[in-house]
């Protein structure tokens, strides 16, 4: 599997478990959703401020489950930008135990870069462009 060069610790809840005494599959959308925001905070592509500055929304996700994830299990997110195109990019997850690095999911999601004040797609910012190409080694051109 390709290098993650980010992750974020998950702290498994009680209350994300369902009655069969894991995570329910719903949390699993949270944790990418958490991995996904503070990746794009430690990129400082958004400061943390209104919701309407962070730039895009989900258009698609996958995941595919490997193994139950439990209570109290260390767990971490890697997060990956693998594609960049001219409004949309692809992102790539990887849930695994912190201590083993046994896969329990892995996940992709496209987002679009997006204006909720205009409520349009809008292309993706240069700096964001910039900043994501150095920090995961990609090409500058993109595809559509």
Request: net charge negative; glycine share 6%; with cysteine.
């Amino acid at each position: 599997m390709t290098q993650f060069n980010f992750f974020h610790p998950i702290e498994v809840r009680y209350g994300d478990l369902d009655p069969q005494g894991h995570v329910n599959n719903a949390k699993t959308l949270t944790y990418l959703e958490q991995a996904r925001i503070h990746y794009i905070k430690h990129l400082n592509l958004w400061k943390g401020e209104s919701f309407l500055d962070i730039g895009i929304i989900l258009a698609e996700v996958r995941v595919t489950y490997k193994a139950p994830i439990h209570f109290g299990q260390p767990v971490r997110v890697g997060v990956r930008v693998v594609r960049l195109g001219n409004k949309s990019f692809e992102m790539d997850y990887l849930i695994e135990d912190a201590d083993s690095h046994q896969q329990l999911a892995t996940a992709s999601t496209i987002q679009v870069a997006y204006d909720y004040r205009q409520q349009r797609s809008i292309p993706i910012p240069e700096e964001w462009r910039r900043t994501i190409c150095a920090f995961e080694g990609l090409e500058s051109t993109f595809s559509t």
